[in-house]
């Protein structure tokens, strides 16, 4: 399985719980495209998530969902062409 860099959170509160981890990478699946992420931002959502104000929310998430990068593999479903494509 391969890996991932993502930020997380240890515990709800503030910045300071923010944790760089690195993870296994979900598998993809037949319309899924893998991203070679650029650029990436924590957004309020990402704070609300982090404060324990969204129900559901829970230590360990992966947060930064805003992200801009290139696309470098897809699945069975996409087209091949779309392999190099900015995102």
Known sequence: MS???AVTFADFGGPE???ATT???PGM???DVLVAVQAAGICYHDVLWRSGKIPG????RVLGHEI???IVE???NV???RIGERV
Not at 57 to 60: A, N, Q, R, S, T
Request: proline fraction near 8%.
């Open 68 to 70: 801009g990068g290139e």
């Open 79 to 81: 087209a091949r062409s």
């Open 57 to 60: 929310g829970h230590p360990g």
């Open 23 to 25: 993870m296994d990478a």
């Open 3 to 5: 890996t991932m860099r």
């Open 29 to 31: 699946g037949p319309d």
């Open 74 to 76: 897809v699945g069975a």
């Open 17 to 19: 719980v923010h944790k």
